[in-house]
């Protein structure tokens, strides 16, 4: 059974918010350069080159970032990562290391994935959000695929299955 590691607003980080921004902001600055009702000034040159310059730079890092977002679903013994048109099998025992970003809610965790060829990857998930969350306690799904990992580790046969 598929269990869901990654919170909804995984999807919503990567795909709505990126949309939501330059479109918005874009707009923005097209009302800049185009100029808006005649009893408005124009705004100055200098201030149109700077918004458009904000926007490229802001624009291309929340686009950049959003790629290294996936959604991931735990399945008996292995992680489960969408990629591209298929699905991507992660054995739990090749789990490097688990680490959340604390100071963020919801929490950013990312997984250090040991491909066969022996690289290290990346896989990085918005867990759930929770309101009263301690910084200094790890998020629920940090503690459970710790356990999980552990356990893949010691027995890779035997793994308990959740």
């Known amino acids: 059974m598929r269990t869901r590691l990654s919170s909804s607003l995984t999807r919503v980080v990567r795909v709505l918010l990126p949309v939501m921004f330059v479109v918005a902001f874009g707009a923005g600055v097209v009302l800049a350069w ?29 686009l950049w970032l959003r790629r290294a977002l996936s959604d991931v679903w735990i399945e008996d013994d292995r992680l489960v990562v969408p990629a591209g048109g298929s699905e991507w099998l992660v054995p739990l025992s090749a789990v490097e290391a688990v680490s959340e970003f604390a100071l963020s809610n919801p ?16 896989v990085r998930f918005l867990a759930s959000a929770d309101t009263f969350l301690s910084p200094f306690k790890p998020h629920p799904v940090v503690t ?8 893949a580790r010691a ?6 299955a959740r």
């Open 34 to 62: 185009v100029g808006g009702p005649p009893d408005v000034p124009d705004v100055p040159m200098a201030q149109k080159v700077m918004m458009t310059v904000w926007w490229a730079v802001v624009a291309g890092g929340v």
């Open 107 to 122: 929490r950013a965790i990312t997984l250090r994935v040991r491909l066969p060829s022996g690289e290290l990857r990346p």
């Open 144 to 151: 459970f695929l710790r356990e999980r990992i552990a356990a």
């Open 155 to 160: 027995d890779p046969v035997a793994a308990p």
